[in-house]
């Protein structure tokens, strides 16, 4: 493997690998954000506002995956 | 791809030239431009607030700033007030600066630099927030003025008690962790904003140099929404931390509900 090919798995798998935790964690927050709203309805911009958070707290963990990515790819 | 279609993609900001040895990147020449008209629908805010017959941008500027208002008022309460210049003005400034970077013509005029004494091509503007520069310095006055608060509300010595306290000897090793994470947060603040506008910027550069027409326009939307989102959760996030840290309760040893 030469060292080109290697940063190109190196890349894909950041991103592949760094993609899987928070896609299960924004599942997570968005069905029981759903469920919260189905449980009160009149709390939906309360639920809204913090699901938002919620999501931006673990996309964070992707975006970092991203930024290495980027890294490694471009620099 | 061949060398002369591959699109632009540079992870720092390139400088453009230089004033007495300081030099001007990019990213710093746009954020004076949206720095210039941020100050100046600032001002005319300010004028139209006290003459009488006001006009339509003035009605609009209240809207945006009553919302905002009433959002921070739902974290912070009785204690907005004090807080809301800063928070509003975080909003603002990084909404202005996020939805700048997909003005036309941003990071697509190229200019000729000298780098390294060889001429290459490189983007007039650059959205300033997709310059690590900026969202550390962001971050950085946050996550220190949350500190300063904790002071100013607390006291210095409540402000030490909140790490350190005698009477736990555990304290001293929760509270190293927890100073750690105050540094932290510096980092994730600064990475998050960083990442999120300059992955839009790479996303939005690579769709225009496969699809040259229309295709990226769904993607402009999504940058919007985003662009949008980030300033919203920087600002929310610094109004829960302000929040978190002036808050008494938490001194009494009682962290059940901190995350």
Known sequence: MTAEVAKFFATALTMAVGAIAPAISIGIIGSKAVEALGRNPEAESAIRTTMILAIAFAEAVAIYALVVALIIKFV | ????????????????????????????????????????????????????????????????????????????????????????????????????????????????????????????????????????????????????????YLGFKAYVAKFYRLKEPVSFFIGTLEIISEFSKVISFAFRLFGNVFAGKVLLTIIASLIPVLASFPFLVLELFVGFIQALVFSMLTTVFISVSIAKHHLEGGDKNDS
């Open chain 2, 1 to 152: 791809m061949e060398e002369g279609q591959k699109p632009h993609i540079s992870i720092k900001a390139e400088k453009i030239f230089e004033i007495f040895g300081l030099s001007i990147t990019n990213s710093f020449l746009l954020s004076f431009i949206v720095f210039l008209i941020f100050t100046l629908g600032a001002l005319i805010y300010y004028y139209q607030s006290k003459s009488k017959n006001k006009s339509s941008f003035y009605y609009f500027i209240n809207f945006i700033v009553k919302s905002l208002y009433d959002l921070f008022y739902s974290v912070l309460k009785e204690k907005t007030d004090y807080f809301f210049p800063l928070l509003a003005s975080f909003f603002i400034f990084i909404l202005l600066q996020n939805w700048s970077g997909l003005l036309p013509g941003v990071g697509s005029l190229l200019i000729k630099v000298k780098e390294h004494g060889e001429l290459i091509s490189a983007p007039l503007f650059r959205a300033n927030t997709a310059d690590l520069n900026t969202t550390l310095a962001l971050a950085i006055i946050s996550v220190f003025l949350s500190q300063f608060f904790a002071i100013k």
